[in-house]
């Protein structure tokens, strides 16, 4: 999805980019409507997915404290 080259540049398409923003709040509205601890467990299984699929580390990091938040809850 997103390629270095030999320069250490990062190019990316902003299609990709969206898609990637469109699987980041699926996860945030999953973990939202996470009611018990094997909803949350799923939605860990979900963000360990979007981690590997899109890389994107800060995103993954930002629904992984949404997920601890919402365990305090439960």
């Known amino acids: 999805m997103i390629t270095k080259d030999n320069d250490n540049l990062l190019y990316f398409r902003i299609d990709i980019m969206d898609k990637i ?43 992984e404290v949404l997920l601890l938040a919402k365990r305090l809850y439960i």
């Open 21 to 63: 923003l469109q699987a980041k709040n699926k996860g945030r509205k999953i973990i939202e409507s996470c009611e018990n601890h094997k909803q949350l467990d799923c939605a860990k299984r979900y963000i360990n997915q979007y981690s590997k699929t899109t890389e994107d580390l800060v995103g993954a990091s930002e629904l």
